[in-house]
């Protein structure tokens, strides 16, 4: 199963025409170290934290450096929220969800 989802990610990387920026990696780690925690759950652990495009790079190439495409989400948010349970698919509204989401747990009894 994990061999096939591998060729399956592999398979749809190819398809994408355009490669990312040498600049990305910096701009990731940057980004990363200043948003250190999901703004989505508020979990802190460094190793599930992720840099997430809004508009998705292999969508909007353009935007792919633009700090205002970006949010740190943990995996599961970033699953969730950030593709809306389904890899493929991309949530543009994900910063708004990501903040109700936030005040409902840090309000939660």
Do not use: Q
């Amino acid at each position: 199963m994990i061999d096939y989802a591998h060729t399956k990610y592999r398979d749809y990387k190819a398809k994408i025409k355009v490669r990312r920026s040498k600049y990305w990696p910096a701009l990731r780690k940057w980004y990363k170290a200043k948003h250190s925690e999901c703004e989505a759950c508020g979990r802190k652990n460094k190793w599930v934290i992720f840099v997430h495009h809004i508009y998705p790079f292999h969508l909007f190439p353009a935007k792919e450096l633009e700090v205002s495409n970006l949010i740190s989400l943990c995996f599961w948010c970033h699953f969730t929220l950030g593709h809306l349970r389904v890899w493929k698919s991309y949530n543009l509204s994900v910063c708004k969800d990501a903040k109700k989401l936030l005040v409902k747990i840090k309000n939660r009894p």
